[in-house]
């Protein structure tokens, strides 16, 4: 078959990553596929680091439409894209997206050139997970204390800012990384000291009693092998009310921060919503066809919890 064929016939997508066997992505994918009735097939690939570009290279050849991906090739994805030949580079929001978060979860092929459209989908998944949460919230008046300075902080502190968020507060125990966020925004964004600032690690208990909206983008929470690793350091019990304590870890469903947050009264979302909404787009770019995030599909991922 020719390329040109393979273009306009392809229909497998898969989620590539390392290791990649836990990745709830295919559950995610096949519900809408069933629910659609769309012939396609969306699968997880174990793809090592060196074997990375080699892979991306040959999507087309191998049956793709397109890809997830996920740790720990998102940045690297990101610099193997943008330099191919195959890049497509224009100014769509998705394009420009990754160009700022200079890392990629989605690639969709363009099926009339081959190009890769490279974007990044989590801060639409988290700005979708938190208003479908919590959607009466004042974003507007509202400060926000993000906990981390890594990929996912970035999507989420774009979230947050296109939310229209009163003002976003960075904070990370590595602190130049938390300034560069800052930085990138500025200079992205144009805000001033009046949208986003920093505060020091050892600082964090003070800054976050003038906040109510707290995210954590750490890893600190997050369960391997069934426990949980770390926890997340930071006293949330005198926040401003009423306040939002988000976790994007989905492993645990209630992580030892969500479960202090019900105590204190505040709205404790999870990480579960995000990894749901940040799917939608890349399946649309793929299959065409715009999936809803439904209950049923929130039963499947529960049932894999066993909850
Ligand atoms: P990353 O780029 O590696 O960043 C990790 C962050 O965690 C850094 O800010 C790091 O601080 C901090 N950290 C790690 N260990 C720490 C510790 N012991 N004490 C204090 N801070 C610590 O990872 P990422 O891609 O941003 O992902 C972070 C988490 O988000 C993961 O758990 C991932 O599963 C989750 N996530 C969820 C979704 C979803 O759909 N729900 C999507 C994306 C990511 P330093 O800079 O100081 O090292």
Not at 260 to 267: D, H
Not at 274 to 302: C, I, N, T
């Amino acid at each position: 078959m020719s390329f040109s064929e393979k273009l306009k016939t392809n229909n497998k997508a898969c989620v590539i990553g390392h290791p990649i066997s836990h990745s709830l992505s295919p559950i995610i994918h096949n519900h809408w596929l069933q629910k659609y009735n769309i012939e396609g097939e969306y699968k997880a690939a174990d793809v090592a680091p060196h074997e990375l570009e080699e892979f991306l290279s040959n999507l087309t050849e191998n049956g793709y439409r397109g890809c997830n991906i996920t740790i720990p090739h998102k940045e690297n994805a990101w610099k193997i894209i943008s330099q191919s030949d195959k890049y497509q580079n224009n100014n769509s929001l998705p394009a420009q997206i990754a160009k700022f978060m200079e890392a990629v979860n989605t690639v969709v092929i363009d099926r009339e050139t081959g190009e890769y459209l490279a974007t990044n989908t989590d801060f639409i998944g988290y700005a979708r997970s938190l208003i479908e949460a919590e959607p009466e919230f004042d974003y507007r008046n509202a400060i926000a204390f993000v906990l981390g300075a890594g990929g996912a902080a970035k999507a989420v502190i774009f979230a947050l800012f296109s939310m229209n968020v009163g003002h976003i507060v960075v904070c990370n125990r590595t602190h130049d990384k938390a300034l560069e966020i800052e930085r990138i925004m500025r200079n992205s964004f144009q805000l001033g000291d009046d949208k986003i600032s920093v505060v020091k690690w050892e600082n964090r208990n003070e800054a976050v009693k003038h906040c109510n909206i707290f995210v954590n983008t750490t890893s600190l929470g997050m369960n391997k092998d069934g426990v949980a690793q770390g926890e997340v350091d930071v006293d949330i019990s005198q926040m401003s009310k009423p306040a939002i304590v988000s976790d994007i870890i989905y492993n645990p469903l209630k992580t030892a921060l969500l479960e202090r947050a019900e105590k204190s009264g505040l709205s404790a979302v999870n990480g579960l919503g995000m990894l749901m909404h940040q799917a939608a787009p890349a399946f649309e770019g793929w299959y065409g066809k715009k999936p809803e995030v439904d209950e049923e599909l929130r039963k499947k991922l529960l049932s894999n919890f066993g909850g």
